[in-house]
């Protein structure tokens, strides 16, 4: 199959993005830990099964995972973020191997009993091939289970600081982007997903809405911090010059200010859980 078409996702992974997610790791996967035990209540993995964790990343989803007791195999074509993932299995005694290779046309030392992903299966340019390869390396019957963001106006963890900082973004000229390009957002049509999957030949495919409240900061410069690497407020960071760029910092604050209370910040976040078989 042709992979080349991921090359810009495979070059943000391997460039500013995947170096965000490594250095934002620990406080990421501390945001993130109640969506994880989500997927992992979903997943309900037994010890010995072959799993594989789709778009690992920085692999809290695959230490979770071998934590349980299922023989993981971490899968991810970043390899800053790969890295980290195989010293944190290291540093913690996790039996969980790292593969890095382009989930599209990596190929896998055996078959796998369930493929498991934190948000890591949303930036194929080519889904249906990719998910067609993914079931391949899955046996009959295996099964899936992942969680993809729902739309942005769903998880106000990054729409309240997005609504903020548009204004101080350049309008594009053309028309809307498709939400279902690759990114974050591609599989918030439960339609679109469930479509994807079937074509791709997958079975029983479901999803459940996941909703759950973040904890994104103790203090507002821990929150700006936060919103500085990833989402709507990095990309007006790395886009505007110095004078905007301020504006669009004090427009977050003020936006995030009202949100927060003795225990924090917290803002809510929504994510389709989805199942499937492998046919
Ligand atoms: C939003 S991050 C999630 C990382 C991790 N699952 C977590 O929750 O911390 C998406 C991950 O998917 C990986 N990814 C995207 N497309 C991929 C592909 N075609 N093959 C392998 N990995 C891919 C990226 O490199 C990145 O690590």
Redesign the pocket.
């Known amino acids: 199959m042709e ?1 080349g078409s ?1 090359e810009k ?2 070059a943000f ?2 460039g500013a ?2 170096e965000t ?1 490594v250095r934002s ?1 620990a406080q ?2 501390a945001m ?1 830990a109640p969506l ?1 035990d989500a997927l992992l209540d979903g997943a309900a993995l037994t010890a010995g099964e072959r799993v594989l ?9 695959s230490l979770g995972a071998a934590a349980q007791g299922a023989r993981v195999l971490g ?4 390899a800053p ?1 790969i890295a980290q993932a195989q010293a944190r299995a290291s540093a913690a005694a996790l039996p969980a191997r790292f593969l890095c ?4 046309e ?1 190929t896998f030392p055996e078959p796998f009993d369930a493929l498991i ?8 340019a080519e889904p249906v091939l ?1 998910y067609a390869h993914l079931r391949s390396a899955l046996v009959s019957g295996g099964r899936l289970c992942m969680l993809v963001w729902q739309a942005p106006k769903h998880n106000p963890w990054m729409s309240v600081v997005g609504q903020a900082v548009a204004p101080f973004l350049p309008k594009g000229d053309g028309p809307a982007p498709d939400p279902r390009t ?1 990114g ?1 957002f591609a599989f918030a049509g439960a339609g679109y997903v469930t479509s994807v999957l079937e074509e791709a030949g997958w079975t029983d495919v479901g999803l459940t809405s996941v909703k759950r409240d973040l904890h994104l900061a103790d203090s507002m410069e821990e929150a700006l911090s936060l919103q500085s690497q990833v989402g709507p407020l990095a990309r007006v960071l790395r886009e505007l010059e110095a004078g905007p760029r301020e504006q669009a910092l004090s427009a977050a604050r003020e936006a995030l200010a009202p949100h927060f209370t003795e225990h924090g910040l917290h803002l809510g976040a929504a994510c389709h859980l989805v199942s499937a078989r492998a046919a």
Request: net charge negative; charged share 15%; proline share 5%.
């Open positions: 992979t991921n996702e495979r992974w391997n993005g995947g997610w790791q990421l996967d993130l994880l964790d789709l778009g690992c990343g920085c692999g809290a989803s899968l991810d074509f970043s973020m290779a382009d989930a599209t990596a992903s934190r948000f890591g299966g949303m930036f194929f990719a690759p974050p």
